[in-house]
């Protein structure tokens, strides 16, 4: 057990989060998306500390975050141009590209692939972490497994104290839901999880993508996308746009039973509903970016979340409703 301390990001606090990391402690910090759980990455014995603080399958590999700067084929092999011109257009970012493994990598990080994913945060805060370090950080995000995702120091904290020495506060991370996961080891990069970084944004630089399905018959790509994802603790329901009258019996049936119920939209749907609600905002950027954060306030508030599609018409759509579907249970629509 450790006393989990959180600490604002300064000369101190960095100092103390590289000793960890130096000696195969784990560090929670902040970056763009949401918080990560690091670890060195060419260090087994730190790596298995982060499946197990997190409760997570162990076959599901860890990407690799470096520093502005960092000179990454030290660790993997390039071996397309336009990974280069992708990494040029959106590095820093929240783009992770998953590339031929040096082997350099820990193989319990990695999970035995020949790949590894690469991401460098554009977040300050992440880049200041990263360089105090100075060694590659293998982190997933810093949640127990199956749990919504923590954009903040404290939401780290509700799942994690007590198993980690120390959690770096950067306040709120901006963009909300994870990067998008690119693999870019073949002739066309094919995206294994929508993020920030659109296709459409993809196909501008490099011409054309293609989206793995990752269908649970499929023999993932991305092995994490496969599992329970993202769910608060409180029931759930989705529905569609058009099914507010459907919503509200669902929801005066919990009030009638003495539960909380509690709707999730963006801030034109909510116009329809009366009652409760979290409002998720009006752009896909807005939306994107309070998703998780009020996931956590439901399950604080409400017995049952009741969530509605979105669709801005932007195409971080795509990465909001995979987020979406999977924490209400993966069920994507109430039939
Ligand atoms: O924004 C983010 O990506 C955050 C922050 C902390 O950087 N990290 C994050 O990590 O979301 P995690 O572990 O929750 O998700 C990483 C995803 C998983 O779906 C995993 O299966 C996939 O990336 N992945 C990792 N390495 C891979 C590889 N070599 N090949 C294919 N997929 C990989
Ligand atoms: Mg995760």
Redesign the pocket.
């Known amino acids: 057990m450790y006393d989990t301390e959180i600490l604002k990001i300064d000369e101190r606090s960095l100092e103390l989060a590289k000793k960890y990391i130096l000696s195969g402690e784990l560090v929670a910090?902040p970056?763009?998306?949401?918080?990560?759980?690091?670890a060195l990455a060419t260090d087994d014995g730190a790596i298995r500390k982060i499946y197990e603080a997190k409760g997570?399958p162990s076959d599901?590999?860890?990407?690799v975050?470096v520093y502005d700067g960092y000179d990454i084929e030290r660790l993997v092999k390039i071996g397309n141009d336009y990974a280069k011109r992708l990494a040029k257009a959106y590095i820093p970012g929240?783009l992770?590209m998953?590339y031929k493994?040096k082997g350099i990598v820990s193989k319990v990080?990695?999970?035995g692939?020949d790949?590894?994913?690469i991401?460098v945060?554009s977040d300050e805060n992440?880049q200041r972490f990263l360089r105090a370090v100075g060694v590659p950080i293998a982190?997933?995000?810093?949640?127990a497994s199956k749990h919504t995702?923590p954009v903040t120091a404290m939401h780290v904290y509700e799942d994690l104290k007590g198993k980690i020495p120390l959690i770096l506060d950067g306040g709120k991370c901006a963009?909300g839901?994870?990067?998008?996961?690119l693999?870019v080891t073949g002739e066309t990069p094919v995206i294994?999880?929508s993020?920030l970084v659109t296709g459409e944004m993809i196909e501008r630089i490099v011409g054309n993508c293609e989206y793995s399905k990752n269908l649970p018959t499929d023999k993932?790509?991305?092995?994490?996308?496969k599992y329970r994802h993202y769910t608060p603790k409180c029931e759930t329901a989705l529905f569609k746009r058009d099914e507010t009258e459907k919503a509200k019996r669902l929801y005066s049936e919990y009030e009638k039973a003495g539960k909380r119920a509690c709707y999730l939209c963006d801030n034109e749907l909510a116009e329809k509903l009366d009652g409760n609600k979290l409002l998720l905002g009006r752009t896909g950027e807005e939306i994107a970016a309070n998703l998780y954060d009020k996931l956590h306030e439901a399950e604080k508030i409400t017995d049952i979340l009741i969530a509605f599609e979105v669709d801005t018409g932007s195409d971080i759509d795509v990465g909001i409703m995979n987020r979406l579907t999977k924490a209400c249970d993966g069920a994507r629509f109430i039939p």
């Open positions: 910090f970056t763009e998306t949401v918080y990560g759980l690091g997570r599901n590999p860890l990407i975050h929240p992770t998953v493994s990080a990695t999970c692939l790949t590894v994913g991401r945060p992440a982190a997933p995000s810093a949640n995702s963009g839901i994870e990067s998008t996961v693999d294994l999880r993020g993932a790509r991305a092995p994490g996308m």
